[in-house]
Protein backbone atom coordinates (compact mmCIF):
# COMPACT_ATOMS: atom_id res chain seq x y z
CA UNK A 1 0.00 0.00 0.00
CA UNK A 2 1.34 3.26 0.78
CA UNK A 3 4.72 4.09 2.11
CA UNK A 4 5.03 6.36 5.48
CA UNK A 5 1.55 5.86 6.29
CA UNK A 6 1.75 6.21 10.53
CA UNK A 7 -1.66 7.17 11.84
CA UNK A 8 -5.31 7.85 10.45
CA UNK A 9 -3.86 12.10 9.98
CA UNK A 10 -1.42 10.87 7.27
CA UNK A 11 -3.70 8.70 5.82
CA UNK A 12 -6.32 12.13 5.34
CA UNK A 13 -3.53 13.91 3.99
CA UNK A 14 -2.18 11.14 1.21
CA UNK A 15 -3.42 11.22 -2.34
CA UNK A 16 -5.67 8.33 -3.52
CA UNK A 17 -4.88 5.98 -6.49
CA UNK A 18 -5.70 6.76 -9.70
CA UNK A 19 -8.67 4.76 -10.90
CA UNK A 20 -8.22 2.65 -13.85
CA UNK A 21 -10.73 3.73 -16.63
CA UNK A 22 -12.88 1.29 -18.66
CA UNK A 23 -11.40 0.60 -22.34
CA UNK A 24 -12.36 2.75 -24.85
CA UNK A 25 -13.87 0.35 -27.94
CA UNK A 26 -12.67 2.18 -30.76
CA UNK A 27 -14.26 1.13 -34.48
CA UNK A 28 -12.15 -1.58 -36.35
CA UNK A 29 -12.31 -1.78 -39.93
CA UNK A 30 -9.69 -3.11 -42.77
CA UNK A 31 -9.44 -0.98 -46.38
CA UNK A 32 -12.26 -2.01 -47.73
CA UNK A 33 -14.76 -0.73 -45.10
CA UNK A 34 -15.68 -4.02 -43.63
CA UNK A 35 -15.20 -5.48 -40.03
CA UNK A 36 -13.68 -8.89 -39.73
CA UNK A 37 -14.21 -11.08 -36.63
CA UNK A 38 -13.46 -15.06 -36.09
CA UNK A 39 -16.02 -17.20 -34.38
CA UNK A 40 -15.48 -20.75 -32.77
CA UNK A 41 -17.78 -22.86 -31.34
CA UNK A 42 -16.73 -26.65 -30.80
CA UNK A 43 -14.42 -27.60 -33.91
CA UNK A 44 -16.17 -25.19 -35.81
CA UNK A 45 -14.16 -21.91 -36.85
CA UNK A 46 -16.41 -19.20 -39.29
CA UNK A 47 -14.71 -15.85 -40.16
CA UNK A 48 -17.40 -13.30 -40.14
CA UNK A 49 -16.88 -10.24 -42.52
CA UNK A 50 -19.65 -7.27 -42.31
CA UNK A 51 -20.62 -4.34 -44.30
CA UNK A 52 -22.64 -2.22 -44.96
CA UNK A 53 -25.59 -3.05 -47.24
CA UNK A 54 -29.17 -4.67 -47.85
CA UNK A 55 -28.80 -7.54 -45.51
CA UNK A 56 -27.69 -10.42 -47.91
CA UNK A 57 -25.50 -13.15 -46.06
CA UNK A 58 -23.43 -15.49 -48.05
CA UNK A 59 -21.87 -18.74 -46.04
CA UNK A 60 -19.33 -20.28 -48.02
CA UNK A 61 -20.37 -18.43 -51.23
CA UNK A 62 -23.75 -19.88 -51.03
CA UNK A 63 -27.15 -18.55 -49.51
CA UNK A 64 -28.18 -18.71 -46.23
CA UNK A 65 -31.13 -21.26 -46.99
CA UNK A 66 -29.43 -23.15 -48.74
CA UNK A 67 -26.45 -23.43 -46.32
CA UNK A 68 -28.49 -23.85 -43.47
CA UNK A 69 -31.41 -25.16 -44.15
CA UNK A 70 -33.03 -25.71 -40.55
CA UNK A 71 -34.85 -22.50 -39.79
CA UNK A 72 -33.67 -22.81 -36.09
CA UNK A 73 -29.99 -22.33 -37.69
CA UNK A 74 -31.26 -19.30 -39.39
CA UNK A 75 -32.75 -18.08 -36.20
CA UNK A 76 -29.21 -18.52 -34.64
CA UNK A 77 -27.32 -16.63 -36.64
CA UNK A 78 -29.78 -13.85 -36.92
CA UNK A 79 -30.15 -13.54 -32.99
CA UNK A 80 -27.01 -11.01 -33.11
CA UNK A 81 -28.46 -8.90 -35.76
CA UNK A 82 -32.20 -9.31 -34.15
CA UNK A 83 -30.60 -7.81 -30.90
CA UNK A 84 -28.99 -4.76 -32.54
CA UNK A 85 -31.73 -3.74 -34.71
CA UNK A 86 -29.68 -4.07 -38.01
CA UNK A 87 -31.20 -7.33 -40.21
CA UNK A 88 -31.55 -5.43 -43.14
CA UNK A 89 -28.33 -2.95 -43.00
CA UNK A 90 -25.19 -4.90 -43.09
CA UNK A 91 -24.29 -7.50 -45.63
CA UNK A 92 -22.42 -10.15 -44.16
CA UNK A 93 -19.95 -12.68 -45.72
CA UNK A 94 -19.30 -15.63 -44.06
CA UNK A 95 -16.53 -18.34 -44.54
CA UNK A 96 -16.52 -21.53 -42.01
CA UNK A 97 -15.00 -24.86 -41.63
CA UNK A 98 -15.20 -27.75 -39.40
CA UNK A 99 -17.28 -29.40 -36.84
CA UNK A 100 -21.43 -29.80 -38.03
CA UNK A 101 -23.88 -27.87 -39.01
CA UNK A 102 -24.92 -27.01 -35.41
CA UNK A 103 -21.16 -26.03 -34.25
CA UNK A 104 -21.17 -24.10 -37.16
CA UNK A 105 -23.88 -22.19 -36.34
CA UNK A 106 -23.08 -20.85 -33.12
CA UNK A 107 -19.49 -20.43 -34.71
CA UNK A 108 -20.76 -18.04 -37.18
CA UNK A 109 -23.27 -16.35 -34.11
CA UNK A 110 -19.96 -15.49 -32.33
CA UNK A 111 -18.21 -14.11 -35.06
CA UNK A 112 -21.44 -12.04 -36.22
CA UNK A 113 -21.64 -10.51 -32.60
CA UNK A 114 -17.85 -9.52 -32.77
CA UNK A 115 -17.69 -8.31 -35.79
CA UNK A 116 -20.78 -5.98 -34.96
CA UNK A 117 -19.20 -4.96 -32.12
CA UNK A 118 -15.90 -4.01 -34.47
CA UNK A 119 -18.28 -2.38 -36.58
CA UNK A 120 -20.41 -0.18 -33.99
CA UNK A 121 -18.57 -0.42 -30.28
CA UNK A 122 -22.10 1.11 -29.25
CA UNK A 123 -23.74 -1.99 -29.75
CA UNK A 124 -21.21 -3.71 -27.38
CA UNK A 125 -23.17 -3.23 -24.25
CA UNK A 126 -26.45 -5.51 -26.05
CA UNK A 127 -24.70 -8.07 -27.13
CA UNK A 128 -22.66 -9.12 -24.33
CA UNK A 129 -26.06 -9.22 -22.02
CA UNK A 130 -27.25 -11.57 -24.12
CA UNK A 131 -24.18 -13.61 -24.08
CA UNK A 132 -23.56 -13.52 -27.77
CA UNK A 133 -19.36 -12.25 -26.74
CA UNK A 134 -18.81 -15.33 -24.81
CA UNK A 135 -17.00 -18.40 -26.86
CA UNK A 136 -19.03 -21.06 -25.67
CA UNK A 137 -15.84 -23.31 -24.52
CA UNK A 138 -17.31 -26.72 -24.44
CA UNK A 139 -15.94 -29.26 -26.41
CA UNK A 140 -15.93 -33.10 -26.88
CA UNK A 141 -14.43 -34.89 -23.90
CA UNK A 142 -11.44 -37.21 -25.59
CA UNK A 143 -11.90 -40.71 -25.14
CA UNK A 144 -9.64 -42.35 -22.77
CA UNK A 145 -7.81 -45.91 -22.80
CA UNK A 146 -8.95 -48.83 -20.75
CA UNK A 147 -12.91 -47.28 -21.63
CA UNK A 148 -15.49 -48.16 -24.08
CA UNK A 149 -15.79 -44.26 -24.27
CA UNK A 150 -14.84 -41.11 -22.55
CA UNK A 151 -16.18 -42.30 -19.53
CA UNK A 152 -18.21 -45.29 -20.00
CA UNK A 153 -16.48 -48.71 -18.70
CA UNK A 154 -16.82 -51.94 -20.09
CA UNK A 155 -19.73 -54.10 -18.38
CA UNK A 156 -18.60 -55.55 -15.22
CA UNK A 157 -19.44 -59.12 -14.66
CA UNK A 158 -17.90 -60.68 -11.10
CA UNK A 159 -17.87 -64.15 -12.59
Known sequence: MAEGLSSLADLKTATAAPVAEAPVHVQKLDKLGRAY??????NAVARVWIMPGTGKVTVNDRTLE?????????????????????????????TVAGGGLSGQAGAV????AKALTYFE???RAALKKEGFLTRDSRVVERKKFGKKKARRSFQFSKR
Open 121 to 123: PAL
Open 37 to 42: ATGKRK
Open 109 to 112: RHGL
Open 66 to 94: VYFARPVLRMLLAQPLVVAARSTQYDVNV
